[in-house]
């Protein structure tokens, strides 16, 4: 089946550090690839997406690359900021239902003044 | 622009009381998604459907019912509310764009059964 891994949180970090959270998927053929992310008290909103291997998808200084090979999906931030802190989901769509969205466990990620 | 519009925003519910759950999108979207969130579990989808008319059951469905009577609404029920069922339910819309569309998301609804 079609399932997301992302690696548990939380992660706290100061401002201006790098940022990387880790997400692996599993799939049937070349998913579409996504970053969701969670403001407190909010729904979820798209950060970015890719849709094919090598794809790097960027948004908010946040950046993605599509790996194929290693079937990841890795978001990285070169200087976070307070307002960065959030909980921060993986998710995937699979070729095969195009209607479905699949989720990670999502990530909690606090940035420290 | 309103989007996804989930009402009500928060609720206590007795053991054994039933509820109900609405989400409406201005969207015109064809897909609509019920998920719950729950610490450590993320996303998890109750239901979906694809259309008017339409329901599917997703990975968690036991204890819920929906039904997408119009295009723009999806009404997740519980018909008898049990403790585990405490969660912040999720309410998407997604278009019909293909597989790398954009979902939209309402703000929730805490739900708390005691």
């Known amino acids: 089946g079609n399932s997301v891994t992302q690696m548990e949180g939380p992660v706290t970090l100061s401002e201006e550090a790098f940022l990387t959270i880790n997400c692996t998927y599993t799939?049937?053929?070349?998913?579409?690839l996504f970053w969701y992310v969670q403001y407190p008290g909010e729904g979820l909103q798209l950060l970015l997406k890719?849709?094919?291997?090598?794809d790097k998808g960027s948004n908010k200084g946040f950046e993605a690359t599509y790996r194929k090979e290693t079937t990841s999906f890795h978001l990285e931030k070169g200087s976070v900021q307070v307002s960065d802190s959030a909980v921060y989901f993986c998710?995937?769509?699979?070729?095969?239902?195009?209607?479905?969205?699949?989720f990670g466990g999502g990530t909690r990620v606090l940035v420290k003044p | 622009n309103a989007g996804v519009t989930q009402t009500p925003k928060f609720r206590v519910l007795k053991t054994g009381q039933s509820m109900t759950l609405l989400c409406a999108q201005d969207?015109?979207?064809?897909?609509m998604y019920w998920y719950r969130q729950d610490p450590g579990m993320g996303l998890r989808l109750i239901h979906y459907?694809?259309?008017?008319?339409?329901?599917a059951k997703g990975e968690v469905p036991d204890g819920y019912n929906v039904s997408r009577l119009k295009k723009q609404n999806f009404l997740l029920g519980l018909e008898s509310a049990a403790p585990s069922q405490t969660s912040v339910y999720f309410c998407?819309?997604?278009?019909?764009?293909?597989?790398?569309?954009?979902?939209?998301f309402g703000q929730g609804t805490r739900l708390t059964v005691v």
């Open positions: 998710a995937l769509t699979p070729r095969a239902a195009g209607n479905k969205l699949t």
């Open positions: 890719a849709t094919k291997a090598d």
């Open positions: 799939a049937t053929g070349y998913p579409s």
């Open positions: 459907s694809v259309g008017e008319g339409t329901t």
């Open positions: 969207m015109n979207h064809e897909y």
């Open positions: 998407a819309s997604r278009g019909t764009g293909g597989m790398n569309t954009e979902a939209f």
